[in-house]
């Protein structure tokens, strides 16, 4: 019964930057790979970034990639996403998910998921 709580989601300016934190509550996930996902009004589910238990690998959509750094605190029980250089296409709920596969997170399946954080970039 792990629980995910985003945060740090709002309203900024593109070109802005913003970091969201995903602090999980009721058991650890130190042991799973964590990631990020993010919806827009009428689009489907996304994938953004990812990060191996470990935290040695991390991997990237291309629409974010070298904007967006994805990190993981254990002792925290936190995974965090840096975004810089925002665009309006950006827009979107944000979420924060837990698998216990890379592999599985990065195609949308995951074992924990969070509510949600509202990130708006203005032009």
């Known amino acids: 019964q792990v629980q995910q709580v985003e945060s740090g989601g709002g309203l900024v300016q593109a070109g802005d930057s913003l970091r969201l934190s995903c602090a999980a509550s009721?058991?650890?996930?130190?042991?799973?790979?964590r990631g990020w996902f993010r919806q827009a009004p009428g689009k489907e589910r996304e994938f953004v970034a990812a990060?191996?238990?470990?935290?040695?690998?991390?991997y990237y959509a291309d629409s974010v990639q070298g904007r967006f750094t994805i990190s993981r605190d254990n002792a925290k029980n936190t995974v965090y996403l840096q975004m810089s250089s925002l665009k309006p296409e950006d827009t979107a709920v944000y979420y924060c998910?837990?698998?216990?596969?890379?592999?599985?997170?990065?195609?949308?399946?995951?074992?924990?998921w969070g509510q949600g954080t509202q990130v708006t970039v203005s032009s």
């Open positions: 009721g058991g650890t996930l130190s042991n799973y790979a």
């Open positions: 990060i191996t238990w470990t935290g040695g690998s991390t």
């Open positions: 998910a837990a698998a216990r596969l890379t592999s599985s997170l990065r195609r949308g399946v995951a074992d924990y």
